[in-house]
């Protein structure tokens, strides 16, 4: 199975601040994707196939990377944004998340 | 609009089994790959079994080949999860959601989950 590590595990940040969560997948793969889960709801999904912004979702998310290393931007957190994210590789059976990143409030 | 309703989660014992469905709505449910992914309580996601349109390929993840199994109902858009040989290990918030896990098309609509508690 293709491991899949993120990092940080959490980082504390305030609303306006750019941030960065790293995703890196123990082998090569072609398509990743990034959820967001808040406390008691369902991951929606932010990002397919590493860059592609899902229907819906605002500009100030970003996704990048290729091979085994991944990272999802947050341009300028707004208050709705802290929530854990994941990524998640979809490129061979069987799908496999990173462990989260939980963004929390300075 | 989309909407993906699970049922039929609850308390069981070990060795025990318990059937999830998943009732569909809002889109042709034929046309689309499903997945199970399930959450064990504060942990991260675990993506547990996919099944094609017209359920001619299924796959699992490997702690619950040959315990659990994948269906669907085409006529009634109904997906199911048949689990059986429960341990501690299996309790989490199981979800349904549409796409099959894989390719270039994330799991784009999920169910609210359904709970799952393993407990003697």
């Known amino acids: 199975d293709i491991q899949m590590t993120q990092s940080p595990s959490s980082l504390s940040a305030s609303v306006g601040d750019r941030i960065t969560i790293t995703c890196r997948a123990s082998?090569?793969?072609?398509?990743l994707n990034w959820y967001q889960q808040k406390p008691g709801k369902v991951p929606k999904v932010l990002i397919h196939?590493?860059?592609s912004l899902q229907d819906g979702v605002p500009s100030r998310f970003s996704g990048s990377g290729s091979g085994t290393d991944f990272t999802l931007t947050i341009s300028s957190l707004a208050p709705e944004d802290f929530a854990t994210y994941y990524c998640q590789q979809s490129y061979s059976i069987p799908p496999t998340f990173g462990q989260g990143t939980k963004v929390e409030m300075k | 609009e989309v909407r993906l309703v699970e049922s039929g989660g609850g308390l069981v014992q070990p060795g025990g089994s318990l059937r999830l469905s998943c009732e569909v709505s809002g889109y042709t449910f034929s046309s689309f790959w499903m997945s199970w992914v399930r959450q064990a309580p504060g942990k991260g996601l675990e993506w547990v079994a996919n099944?094609?349109?017209?359920?001619?390929?299924?796959n699992y993840v490997d702690s619950v080949k040959g315990r659990f199994t994948i269906s669907r109902d085409n006529a009634k858009n109904s997906l199911f999860l048949e689990m059986s040989t429960l341990s501690a290990e299996d309790t989490a918030v199981y979800f349904c959601a549409r796409g099959p896990g894989v390719g270039y098309y994330a799991m784009d609509f999920w169910g609210q989950g359904s709970t799952v508690t393993v407990s003697s």
């Open positions: 082998q090569t793969i072609t398509y």
């Open positions: 196939a590493a860059s």
């Open positions: 099944i094609k349109q017209d359920g001619s390929e299924k």
